[in-house]
Every structure is written in structure tokens, then in C-alpha cells.
């Protein structure tokens, strides 16, 4: 895998709007051709949201985020984002939150211990807070490539129900 994005972003314009692709993803969700999967549909502040129901759903399954935004010239922009559920990318967030943190706090109180002439003991902090942002990073990309399979079944879908090839494999190695 040589894309290490951990939510991969695409964004393209068509011209459907932003209710005929609304409808297109109701109408494929019904559709069990299209829908083998059952995925589920919500819609979230003007976001369309499609995940995975409970019975197929892993903590690495991601979900697919679609935001429309009617453009100019009656075409219409989407952006779409792919990766896992927001409880799990919050809890990675909080983890390179911590280890950020941790990094800074050796530097400073290293630092200050340093310039007082004490020993340096909290710039053992550096290498730990590193340890931690490492240590997710490696496991969300770990838990990408176990959701590749499931990211493609999202990507199908999205392009069945607007009718369109929308997704380039040559932009993310997915």
C-alpha cells in the first residue's frame, strides 16, 4: 500500500444536482442489485452519510461522507470523504492529541530543567509522545488496509447510484 492517506478525500462537479443525487442514493439503497450489502443511509447537516449496518460492520468499516454544494453554471460540486466512523477518528485525534502534547511538555520542561541545571529527566517524554503518534498512525493505517475491501464496496455504490465513474484509482492507491 503506498498511499498512506488515512481519509482519502475526492472531489469532483456533475451535472446532476444535488437532489438527483440524493434520489439516485435512495433509490440504490432500495435497489438489493446495487445494495447487496444493505448499507445504510442518513443525512447529517446537509451531509449524506452511508455506512455499513450493524451485522457487517467491523471497527475498522469506514463510511462514506458526501457533501453537495450546488455550483454555478447548474453544476454541482461533491466532495467525498471516506474513513472510519467519527467515534473511532476522534479517539485517534485524542492519541496524537496526547502524544503532541507529551512531545511538548518534555521540550519544555527539558528544556527548563536543562537551563536550571538539573537533570533532564522529562525529555524522555519527546521519544514516548513519538512512541504514541507512531504507534496510531501504524494502527490506522493497519486498520485502512483492513477496511480496503469495504471502501471499495462504498466507492461501487457511490458510482452505481449517480450513474457515474467518479472515483480514479490513480489519485489514491486504495
Same mark, same amino acid.
Given at each position: &500500500? /503506498?498511499?498512506?492517506?488515512?481519509? +482519502? ?12 443525487? $440524493?434520489? =439516485? !442514493? ?13 448499507? $445504510?443511509? $442518513? ?23 458526501? @457533501?453537495?454544494?450546488?455550483?454555478? @453554471?447548474?453544476? /454541482? /460540486? ?7 466512523? +467519527?467515534?473511532?477518528?476522534? !479517539?485517534? !485525534? ?8 507529551? !512531545?511538548?511538555? =518534555? ?32 494502527? #490506522?493505517? =493497519? =486498520?485502512?488496509?483492513? #477496511?480496503?475491501?469495504? &471502501? ?5 455504490? &457511490? ?16
Amino acid at each position: &500500500m /503506498t498511499d498512506t492517506t488515512l481519509r +482519502p478525500r475526492y472531489k469532483f462537479s456533475t451535472e446532476l444536482s444535488s437532489e438527483d443525487i $440524493r434520489n =439516485g !442514493m435512495r433509490t440504490a439503497l432500495k435497489d438489493k442489485s446495487v445494495n447487496e450489502y444493505e448499507l $445504510r443511509y $442518513r443525512s447529517v447537516h446537509g451531509h449524506l452519510i452511508i455506512s455499513f449496518p450493524q451485522k457487517h460492520k467491523h471497527f475498522w468499516s469506514p463510511t462514506l461522507d458526501v @457533501n453537495l454544494e450546488d455550483g454555478q @453554471n447548474g453544476k /454541482t /460540486t461533491v466532495r467525498v470523504l471516506i474513513g472510519p466512523e +467519527p467515534s473511532i477518528w476522534t !479517539m485517534f !485525534m485524542f492519541f496524537y492529541t496526547l502524544g503532541g502534547l507529551a !512531545m511538548l511538555a =518534555g521540550l519544555v520542561l527539558g528544556y527548563s530543567q536543562w537551563t536550571l541545571g538539573k537533570g533532564v529527566l522529562a525529555l524522555w517524554l519527546i521519544p514516548a509522545g513519538f512512541a504514541i503518534v507512531l504507534f496510531f498512525y501504524l494502527a #490506522a493505517l =493497519g =486498520g485502512k488496509s483492513k #477496511a480496503q475491501h469495504q &471502501m471499495k464496496i462504498l466507492k461501487t455504490f &457511490m458510482e452505481e447510484a449517480i450513474g457515474q465513474p467518479v472515483f480514479h484509482e490513480e489519485e489514491h492507491d486504495l
